[in-house]
Nanobody, 115 residues
Framework: QVQLVESGGGLVQAGGSLRLSCAVS????????INWYRQAPGKQRELVAG???????NYADSVKDRFTISRDNAKNTVYLQMNSLKPEDTAVYYC?????????WGQGTQVTVSS
């Protein structure tokens, strides 16, 4: 019913930047919130950032002042700009939304930060 496709991951050196994209098959105007999560090997999935339909944003303490979440309603796309990347940011990054009564997840995109 809702498909999310992440892109933009890759290998980057510490201190570098990446911009992740999450393309949504439904108009994101009607979705209350879209969130970015990440999961590193051996660790629990954690919330990285979120944005609501009203434009409110929130961030994990570990990424504040380095990551920025934004959206383009016309393109039905949510972005995660990641600057000053650290090796501990290495993880699979997922976007997720709730539409109606159900949660929908993207397939994930790998981000690897080398030191």
């Amino acid at each position: 019913q809702v498909q999310l496709v992440e892109s933009g991951g890759g290998l980057v050196q510490a201190g570098g930047s990446l911009r992740l994209s999450c393309a949504v098959s439904q108009t994101i105007f009607s979705i209350n919130a879209i969130n970015w999560y990440r999961q590193a090997p051996g660790k629990q999935r954690e919330l990285v950032a979120g944005i609501t339909s009203g434009g409110s944003t929130n961030y994990a303490d570990s990424v504040k002042d380095r990551f920025t979440i934004s959206r383009d309603n016309a393109k039905n796309t949510v972005y995660l700009q990641m600057n000053s990347l650290k090796p501990e940011d290495t993880a699979v990054y997922y976007c997720k939304c709730r539409y109606g009564l159900y949660d929908y997840w993207g397939q994930g995109t790998q981000v690897t930060v080398s030191s």
